[in-house]
């Protein structure tokens, strides 16, 4: 599963450029069910990638929603991070901590996205 950030050149004389973070299904499952899903609206948005003209169901990162996004992952990684140091306990295994690690990444790869302000929309859906 992944979310997608793209570089929209709205007036589509430029071709977009985009960022893929793939996470984990039960990651993607947690912030589908999560207030991460409900903020901003998502609309159909014609990008020029590659050359080609695609159509995306993605939400606008104005900077009200760009910020009220980093509040919740911020929020959420600190969460997450306690739940994994508690599950992991004092000596984990190696595949436990990649495991915990994967998510922890992954959410951290979406807030520098976030904070990066040549990116103008998110694709939620996945894929």
Same mark, same amino acid.
């Given at each position: 599963m992944n979310f997608t950030f793209y570089i929209a050149d709205l007036d589509k004389k430029t071709p977009s450029d985009c960022k893929i973070v793939d996470v984990s299904d039960d990651l993607f499952w947690m912030l589908a069910k999560s207030e991460f899903s409900q903020i901003g609206n998502s609309k159909k948005v014609k990008i020029n990638l590659d050359g080609e003209m695609i159509e995306v169901k993605a939400v606008g990162l104005t900077s009200f929603i760009r910020k009220t996004l980093l509040d919740y992952l911020k929020e959420f990684l600190v969460k997450v991070l306690k739940e994994s140091l508690n599950k992991m306990g004092s000596s984990p295994s190696s595949m436990e901590f990649a495991d915990h690690t994967f998510d922890l990444r992954s959410i951290l790869e979406l807030? /520098?996205? #976030? /904070? %990066?302000?040549?990116?103008?929309? #998110? %694709?939620?859906i996945g894929g």
């Open positions: 807030i /520098e996205a #976030l /904070e %990066n302000p040549s990116f103008t929309h #998110l %694709n939620r």
